[in-house]
């Protein structure tokens, strides 16, 4: 970012992204904007017209550029979608269907291409990180945008109930050997770095992976989610896929050291893992 002379955020919140930009020229929210989707490999597009008024004086990325002095062609959804419908086929029912979708035909395109396996690489030395390291993305906050809301801080993590911040996962075997206990604070450390963050030893966990959900660990992201937690991203190796081009998210191995820190920072909706059956709780 330091060779840009010019940096312009379109977002709607002071994230650790826009922190950069020299100016912030918010776009509308998504329930204030139109929008199509057309999703892949599916025959037909989903319609979306604005669901409220805008509540703050926001304006649309193409009209923003326009008034940038930006050469940028604007299609509206309408221009978009007309020309895939049918002339049996009306904007109007299209709107009032919320999208558009062909008969299935019941035929069915077989792909021919080959796939390619290759073995797995992964980034450090098993000697120094005995270790793997699994991030993955979290049903409150999927990759960190909705950390900023307080009642998806507020909703209880399915893995370890943990609310207003996310834990390492670690399984009892490695747990029992490291002798940490739900809730003592860990160091996981990775070539890239390390991080800080409450454990919460998981009765499924697979054995030598340590997991974490991603969404905390932001700088700049409001009241709610600025400098609450830690971001596992932060310390995921460099490492690509060699068919998809993709960031290989489970390349990277670790080494976890428990912290002489005093439990107590993780928060549970239910502290205690609890079987439910037929039998009643055990």
């Not at 776009?27 to 892949?40: G, N, R």
């Not at 390492?168 to 990775?190: F, H, M, N, Q, Y």
Request: hydrophobic fraction near 40%.
């Amino acid at each position: 970012m330091s060779e840009l002379d010019f940096i312009v955020s379109f977002g709607s919140f002071l994230d650790d992204t826009a922190a950069y930009a020299d100016v912030l020229l918010p776009d509308h929210h998504t329930l204030e904007s139109e929008s199509a989707v057309m999703p892949l490999g599916l025959s037909g597009v989903a319609v979306a017209e604005p669901f409220v008024r805008p509540l703050y004086d926001t304006r649309p990325i193409g009209q923003t550029l326009g008034r940038l002095g930006v050469t940028f062609d604007a299609v509206s959804v309408k221009d978009f979608v007309t020309p895939l419908l049918p002339a049996d086929e009306t904007w109007e029912n299209v709107t009032r269907r919320g999208g558009y979708w062909k008969e299935n035909s019941g035929e069915q395109k077989i792909s021919t291409t080959e796939l390619k396996w290759s073995d797995p690489i992964f980034s450090g030395k098993p000697e120094e990180f005995p270790l793997q390291f699994q991030p993955y993305l979290s049903l409150q906050f999927h990759d960190g945008r909705g950390a900023n809301l307080p009642w998806m801080q507020e909703l209880p993590d399915p893995v370890s109930s943990a609310m207003w911040g996310l834990p390492v996962e670690i399984d009892p075997k490695t747990a029992d050997t490291l002798k940490v206990s739900t809730g003592d604070w860990l160091r996981v450390e990775s070539e890239s770095g390390h991080l800080e963050a409450p454990a919460y030893v998981h009765p499924a966990a697979i054995p030598g992976v340590v997991s974490m959900a991603i969404g905390d660990g932001h700088t700049h992201y409001g009241r709610y989610a600025s400098g609450r937690g830690a971001n596992p991203l932060a310390i995921v190796q460099p490492v690509w896929e060699a068919a998809t081009g993709e960031l290989a998210f489970g390349a990277t191995r670790v080494r976890v050291a428990k912290l002489e820190r005093k439990p107590g920072d993780l928060v549970q909706f239910s502290p205690q893992d609890k079987e439910q059956g037929p039998w009643g709780e055990r």
